[in-house]
């Protein structure tokens, strides 16, 4: 009986010891508002004590014939670094289109490279099918 208090013991003090460790990171929401409809239409949005922030609502629009659900939206936070960032996206029939000066963009297309495309959408005659041009 006494090995067993004694592991017990030793148990809870491991136990305490690693709570401890643990650091208390629980953060409040501020807000939250989310609406759902009986049409599909929907929003939501929230944000959170440390600055976090994000909404994003949905409809349905009817492309060819076909509903089609649009959500838009976007987030804010503070990076590590303290550089705010902030994302807004269209999503739709297209695809995902973020926008937000966090993003990375490709590089401009190098100027002979920009008119060989405009050269050959002129010439279309001038590529196979397989894409390979013809002399």
Known sequence: MKKLSVLFVAFLV???QSATD???SV???????????????????YE???GIK??????LKKVNDELVET???????TAPDGKPISISYVADETGYHPTGDSIPVAPPIP?????????????????????????
């Open 14 to 16: 491991c136990h305490v």
């Open 22 to 24: 643990v650091p208390a």
């Open 27 to 45: 953060v409040p929401i501020i807000s939250e508002t989310i609406a759902l409809e009986t049409d599909g239409n929907f929003h939501y949005s």
């Open 48 to 50: 959170t004590g440390d």
């Open 54 to 59: 994000a909404h994003e609502e949905g409809n």
């Open 71 to 77: 959500v838009s939206g976007g987030w804010e936070y």
């Open 111 to 135: 100027e002979p490279i920009a008119k060989l495309i405009q050269y050959l959408e002129a010439h279309p005659q001038l590529q196979e099918v397989s894409g390979e041009a013809t002399s």
